[in-house]
């Protein structure tokens, strides 16, 4: 058996319940990560779909022992780590948690970040109440043994702060995941027509995009799974540049390009309805019919897919 990923949380920006949200879900980012030996857990963000995960860890996890995992943070923007006060096992005796994940700004540690939401000023419970065990530890790019078989390798990608990809590998099956992550753009992107256009800046600044973008597809290179920011359309993101998200065709493209297998499209936008995330599964992959093995699917809360 390999790795098994469920998805509690799909949304980028705000949870966003309600009629038109039903079918794909509203929470916004946390993935469940199990591998064998004994089902270990590692969890990938806590957005406010770590609140369920939680409630699922209590009635599964919980009777056979105390709650040990590690979470991984793709980044520290509120959508990633808002659900954490929320996570009830942080509440048990017992419970041992790592966390993981880059931090902008030296003097901010991660604690303080994902902790500090745990203050009286906007939660009835302090940190310092907690009942579990947690340590935190900041990430760079490169590789960590996690034991059992299990590696994880970490790529930094665009966003206005911090983000790291994460590539979990187990028994040589590859699961990645790309988000927040804005396709690098040329900075030095003047038209000629512009005051400040010089030629030579404008072909090193799209040299050097190509070069990052090249190392991040490298990175995601055969995957098995990625999971892929996809926040816009092609069309959407002409007014969204330099936001940090991705589209779906820089998605799709750069997984084909990788020999990734199976693309999970992530991080909806909050606009975005359950009628609308289904036509554009249905358009992208009419549109990449016989032209790639690669699978495309909508990222829906509830399900689990093996790796
Ligand atoms: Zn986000
Ligand atoms: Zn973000």
Not at 22 to 33: D, F, I, K, S
Not at 291 to 305: F, Q
Request: charged share 25%; hydrophobic share 35%.
């Amino acid at each position: 058996m390999g790795m098994r990923v469920t998805f509690w949380g799909v949304r980028g920006s705000i949870p966003c319940p309600g009629p038109t949200t039903v079918r794909y879900g509203g929470n916004t980012a946390c993935l469940e990560l199990r591998f064998d030996p004994d089902d270990r857990l590692v969890i990938i963000d806590a957005g406010s779909g770590i609140r369920e995960l939680g409630e699922s860890l209590l009635k599964r996890d919980l009777p056979r022992g105390p709650i040990r995992t590690r979470i991984f943070l793709s980044h520290t923007h509120w959508d990633h780590i808002m659900g954490f006060p929320f996570f009830t096992p942080i509440f048990i005796p017992g419970t041992e948690i790592e966390v993981y994940g880059p931090v902008s700004y030296e003097e901010d540690t991660l604690e303080e970040i994902v902790g500090g939401q745990l203050r009286y000023r906007y939660f009835p419970v302090r940190l310092e109440e907690l009942q579990a065990k947690l340590e935190y530890f900041q990430l760079k790019e490169g590789q960590k043994d996690l034991g059992a078989g299990l590696t994880v390798t970490t790529k930094y990608l665009n966003h206005p702060i911090l983000v790291l990809g994460y590539r979990f590998e187990y028994q040589g099956r590859v699961f990645c995941t790309a988000y927040d992550h804005e396709s690098f753009r040329n900075v030095f992107d003047v038209q000629p027509d512009q005051p400040g256009y010089d030629p030579e800046a404008v072909r090193e600044g799209e040299l050097a995009a190509k070069e990052e973008n090249e190392k991040v597809a490298r990175f995601f290179q055969g995957a098995d799974l990625l999971v892929h920011d996809t926040q816009y359309t092609a069309k959407e993101y002409q007014k969204k540049k330099g936001w940090g998200h991705s589209t779906f065709e820089w998605a799709i493209n750069a997984a084909h390009k990788a020999g990734v297998k199976h693309l999970v499209l992530f991080h909806h936008d909050p606009l975005r309805t359950d009628a609308e995330l289904a036509a554009l599964e249905r358009a992208y992959r009419k549109a990449m019919e016989g032209k790639t093995s690669l699978r495309i699917s909508v990222a829906r809360e509830g399900t689990t897919l093996e790796v």
